[in-house]
């Protein structure tokens, strides 16, 4: 069983940056696929962002201002967040599963383990 800890949520002004980490316990490496979501009280989990193996994948509000990456040796995937915009205030949650095709999914009932959430505030 894999356990996810996010770190890295805050306060931001519209127009800057933030970035959050997942460090997976266990061994979170290249086979398993790795999401970011995002959900504001009241609303669905949203889609974010995904890596697994050589794909990724993003959400279209995010596209261009959102990077995800990962370090295996490390047991750890990134979101950098640049651009913030105040649309993008949300709990942030990532999320794994143990995938050994070259899928990348995005939908989170395809995710089997996830964090514990990190808040992101994007406000003047």
């Known amino acids: 069983q894999a356990q996810l800890v996010e770190s890295g949520g805050g306060l931001v002004e519209p127009g800057g940056s933030l970035g959050l980490s997942c460090v997976g316990s266990?061994?979170?490496?290249?086979?398993?696929?790795m999401g970011w979501f995002r959900q504001v009280s009241g609303k669905e989990r949203e889609f974010v962002a995904a890596?697994?193996?050589?794909?990724?994948r993003y959400a279209d509000s995010v596209k261009g201002r959102f990077t995800v990456s990962r370090d295996n040796a490390k047991n750890t995937v990134y979101l950098q967040m640049d651009s913030l915009k105040p649309e993008d205030t949300a709990g942030y949650y990532c999320?794994?599963?143990?995938?050994?095709?070259?899928?990348?999914?995005?939908?989170?009932?395809?995710?089997?383990?996830w964090g514990q959430g990190a808040q992101v505030t994007v406000s003047a």
């Open positions: 266990g061994d979170i490496g290249s086979n398993y696929a």
């Open positions: 890596i697994h193996k050589s794909g990724t």
């Open positions: 999320a794994a599963r143990l995938l050994y095709s070259d899928y990348v999914p995005t939908n989170a009932r395809q995710y089997d383990y």
